[in-house]
T-cell receptor, first 114, second 110 residues
Framework: GAGVSQSPSNKVTEKGKDVELRCDPI?????LYWYRQSLGQGLEFLIY????????KSGLPSDRFSAERTGGSVSTLTIQRTQQEDSAVYLC????????????FGPGTRLTVT | KQEVTQIPAALSVPEGENLVLNCSFT??????LQWFRQDPGKGLTSLLL?????REQTSGRLNASLDKSSGRSTLYIAASQPGDSATYLC?????????FGTGTSLTVIP
């Protein structure tokens, strides 16, 4: 079946602009995660959604970052007033439920802030 | 806070060799441990998932072990092939979060 998809695959934006990154999880997966991977760094947890519960936003690096998940499916990660240090690959993952379930990752969105 | 470390950071081996990648974590209170591979410009592909109650998992030429009490996992790759060249990441799940290592970059030389 279809895996996790993300769009766009690449995004180049000017410093100060807002960007929106989209994630379509695997159908039926109730848990959705956003991560980012900066050059030479490990993966960094950003935010986690589980069903209709309030999201775990503990990984968001600043208040310029926000995310929504509409209808328990598609999620959008928004970065306002982008900075050069926001340049990274943003990865989305979904799993059947929260906890000890295998996560399936999308191909990522490579964001470059110039 | 959970910290995950992978050693070595990079590894280069000739084709056909067996190899071991190491992952260590600081807090043994985990749900599971997962090994991924990441190819350049692509997302992560899950290789093996070991639940906290398990000691190992096998898939084809891959075998992953977990020693929760010592905070260690190994990924064993048998008879390595050039197509195995990628970055290998381990991640532990604790609570609702995944904690990733920085990865081991593997190059298998034909």
């Amino acid at each position: 079946g279809a895996g996790v998809s993300q769009s766009p695959s690449n995004k180049v934006t000017e410093k100060g602009k807002d960007v929106e990154l989209r994630c379509d999880p695997i159908s039926g997966h109730t848990a959705l995660y956003w991560y980012r991977q900066s050059l030479g760094q490990g993966l960094e947890f950003l935010i986690y959604f589980q069903g209709n519960s309030a999201p775990d936003k503990s990984g968001l690096p600043s208040d310029r970052f926000s995310a929504e998940r509409t209808g328990g499916s598609v999620s959008t990660l928004t970065i306002q007033r982008t900075q050069q240090e926001d340049s990274a690959v943003y990865l989305c993952a979904s799993s059947l439920r929260e906890g000890p379930y295998e996560q399936y990752f999308g191909p990522g969105t490579r964001l470059t802030v110039t | 806070k959970q910290e995950v470390t992978q050693i070595p950071a990079a590894l280069s081996v000739p084709e056909g060799e067996n190899l071991v990648l190491n992952c260590s974590f600081t807090d043994s209170a985990i749900y599971n441990l997962q090994w991924f591979r990441q190819d350049p410009g692509k997302g992560l592909t899950s290789l093996l998932l070991i639940q906290s109650s398990q000691r190992e998992q096998t898939s084809g030429r891959l075998n992953a072990s977990l020693d929760k009490s010592s905070g260690r996992s190994t990924l064993y790759i048998a008879a390595s092939q050039p197509g195995d060249s990628a970055t290998y990441l381990c991640a532990v799940t604790a609570g609702n979060q995944f904690y990733f290592g920085t990865g081991t970059s593997l190059t298998v030389i034909p």
